[in-house]
């Protein structure tokens, strides 16, 4: 590639990150026309056309030059090319996929002893102020909480910026955005009047019925908003919501219930959460332990589901990190994923090939600080001829907290709720559940209500439970009656399989056989 080639490259580059599309594309078009298999020219074109809201035209063009590529590394890049373009088109199932092959071409390079270059050594150019340690963003954040106050808009330092102020009592000095959280009835009108305070919406990739990224138009700061309401079950949701899709691509964050109370500052009276620590402990666990890895969209400890579109999101920094040679945060990336789904053996094979990597170069494998406090599980269940359903059901209760315990029922107990004995006994059925990966406990003998004193005396935070039918679903009800709503989930039953059915199955077959 000659000098004038990456002469316009670079040009081409900078009007990207200005912002100026057209400009780059006045570059870009002429050099993908006569070099349309230049890896430089194809990546930085892919880009400008993702930045542009343009990824469907990217897909095919990625693709291609996949096939061309040579080596794992390249092949690396272009899957997570392919990966992202798909991301943006909300096709998130084949994001994924593609994201599967660049990993997979990553642990092959680095099983062949090669890493990526580390690109965080290359020099860059600081800012003259940090705008958070002169506490200018914090006279920022105060000016626009009141501003809001004052027009009636409850909105309230959130997130990071929250956990700064709690923790430090100033902004967290790394920080690189203010966090604001609202309520979705205030919504638009919070919008609303950002804009005419000098906040400017900025292009999103996904367009969330809840969250909102502006800048400011004369400090450059970043402001997130966040928008927060109650759900059906009386419990504080936000995160990220896309109106017409389907749970997966959905990211939903739970809090506990609390108050604002009025705040007075040097730049007019704010609205402020009455107890902020109950907010920091639902997201960030142990929030007092500083976490160097953490991601708010990956890590929260209070995402209600490991959603497909969250995992689109870890996978994504997993690859670009591990791209860069960022090797110890692609591993944090790797780890948080097998923690909140352990069945995710690309991840767990990624973690580690990273940890052989890390050991090669010397470098220490990093300690995941505890953020994730206690949280204990506990359920009842019959668990006749274990199957599929009941391991469903294991798996998303072991992801409602940190430690579950299963209350395997008595044979005695079966006879009188559903008129016949369970085929395997307790001791047979609970043998069983205990071999499963997703149990930390089993117990075979315990009272028939959950009560808030049983559940207090016991050290259990959550008592869960599925049901097949309405009428199972009161009767399930009717055992944990004087729990308080947030101690109960209710699990979603696996249609299709259950004993009875296993059973059915069994007289069909011996009678064929016969």
């Not at 006569?34 to 990824?55: H, I, K, N």
């Not at 670009?320 to 944090?332: D, F, H, I, M, Y």
Request: glycine fraction near 6%.
């Amino acid at each position: 590639m000659n000098e004038a080639i990456k002469q316009s490259l670079r040009q081409a580059q900078e009007m990207i990150r200005s912002g100026d599309l057209n400009g780059a594309s006045e570059i870009l078009e002429p050099l993908k026309q006569t070099y349309p298999e230049l890896t430089d020219v194809a990546q930085l074109w892919c880009a400008m056309m993702m930045r542009a809201g343009r990824s469907g035209e990217v897909l095919p063009y990625a693709a291609k030059i996949f096939s061309l590529a040579e080596g794992d590394l390249q092949k690396a890049r272009w899957a997570q090319m392919m990966g992202t373009a798909c991301f943006q088109s909300l096709e998130l199932e084949t994001a994924c996929h593609h994201y599967m092959t660049a990993l997979n071409h990553l642990m092959a390079l680095t099983k062949s002893g090669k890493v990526p270059a580390d690109q965080k050594s290359r020099t860059v150019k600081e800012s003259t102020e940090n705008i958070f340690l002169s506490g200018r963003a914090e006279q920022l954040l105060w000016e626009t909480c009141a501003a809001l106050a004052a027009n009636g808009i409850h909105a309230f330092p959130f997130a990071g910026t929250l956990l700064g102020i709690v923790r430090h009592g100033h902004l967290l000095a790394f920080d690189k955005d203010l966090d604001i959280a609202v309520w979705m009835e205030n919504w638009d009108d919070c919008c609303a009047l950002l804009e005419k305070m000098g906040w400017q919406r900025t292009p999103m990739s996904f367009n969330y019925r809840n969250y909102r990224d502006y800048v400011h138009s004369e400090i450059g700061i970043t402001l997130d908003l966040c928008g927060l309401q109650l759900n059906k079950a009386n419990r504080i949701i936000g995160g990220f919501s896309l109106p017409g899709y389907p749970d997966e691509y959905q990211r939903v964050s739970i809090f506990p219930k609390f108050d604002l109370i009025p705040k007075d500052t040097p730049y007019g009276t704010v609205w402020f959460p009455n107890s902020p620590e109950t907010i920091l402990t639902a997201f960030y666990g142990n929030w007092r332990t500083p976490n160097p890895y953490w991601d708010t969209v990956v890590s929260a400890v209070n995402l209600e589901k490991f959603t497909l579109l969250v995992r689109c999101f870890a996978y994504y920094r997993l690859i670009q990190r591990w791209l860069s040679g960022e090797l110890v945060r692609a591993w944090s990336y790797a780890h948080q994923i097998v923690l909140k789904d352990p069945d995710d053996v690309i991840s767990l094979r990624s973690r580690q090939w990273l940890e052989r990597a890390l050991t090669r170069l010397n470098q220490a494998i990093p300690e995941w600080p505890s953020n994730r406090s206690q949280k204990r599980v506990y359920t009842r269940m019959v668990a006749d001829l274990f199957h599929v359903g009941h391991v469903n059901f294991l798996r998303e209760a072991k992801a409602l907290g940190t430690h579950l315990t299963v209350f395997v029922v008595s044979d005695q107990r079966v006879q009188e709720n559903k008129g016949k004995h369970p085929v395997m006994s307790q001791s047979e059925r609970a043998a069983v559940v205990s071999a499963c990966k997703y149990v930390d406990a089993v117990v075979t003998e315990g009272p028939l209500y959950a009560t808030p004193a049983f559940m207090l005396q016991q050290g259990y935070d959550l008592y869960t439970f599925a049901c097949s039918s309405e009428k199972e679903r009161q009767e399930k009800y009717k055992l944990c009656a004087e729990l308080p709503a947030s101690m109960i989930k209710e699990i979603d039953y696996t249609d299709g399989i259950s004993t009875t059915d296993l059973l059915t199955r069994i007289t069909i077959q011996d009678r064929n056989v016969s």
